[in-house]
């Protein structure tokens, strides 16, 4: 809580500066086209101080975190709850690295591997499996509770996006 206090004070400060930069007049022509690339503050002297950039936290920046359970796999040792946690790659999830690198990955493609099967998609009437799943925590910042199952080719297709994270059901 302390360093996000700091980097809420330090951004507004800088914010401010660059208003403020905008707002007074330039003590110089010189002072004026540096006030053109940055945040600066003035001193009493005239004297410029450039405000260094403070990089904001980026929700992407902090690490993905799930709760995945799964049921009805038909898999030995796949049902049951598991943690996962992603940057670094962690917690009681029986493949966690090739899931958090899979979740990278999907990541990377901008893909959502957490969307429903939109509505209106024509999907195969293939059954995979009473398997069913759920997903919920935080991925690239954003929450996420998302529920899978095996019920028809959209969903199949959709599970097996998701491998390792969900375990694959096939032989």
């Not at 086209?33 to 001193?43: H, K, L, M, N, V």
């Not at 493949?95 to 591997?113: I, M, V, Y």
């Not at 969307?115 to 954003?142: E, F, H, S």
């Amino acid at each position: 809580m302390p360093r996000r206090l700091v980097l809420t004070a330090a951004a507004s400060i800088a914010a401010s500066a660059a208003l403020l930069g905008a707002v007074a007049p330039a003590a110089s022509a010189d002072a004026s086209a540096r006030a053109d690339t940055g945040a600066f503050i003035e001193s009493a002297d005239s004297t410029l101080t450039r405000l260094a950039p403070v990089p904001l936290p980026l929700a992407e920046d902090a690490p993905d975190e799930f709760t995945v359970t799964v049921a009805d796999s038909g898999l030995r040792g796949a049902d049951g709850t598991y943690r996962l946690k992603c940057r670094p790659a962690g917690g009681t999830h029986l493949q966690a690295r090739a899931a958090c690198d899979r979740l990278a990955q999907l990541a990377s493609e901008q893909k959502d591997p957490f969307a429903p099967v939109p509505k209106g998609a024509q999907c195969t009437m293939l059954y995979g499996g009473d398997a069913t799943a759920r997903i919920t925590g935080t991925w690239q910042g954003r929450a996420v509770d998302a529920a899978f199952n095996r019920k028809n080719g959209c969903e199949i297709a959709r599970w097996q996006t998701l491998e390792p994270v969900l375990p694959s059901t096939r032989g």
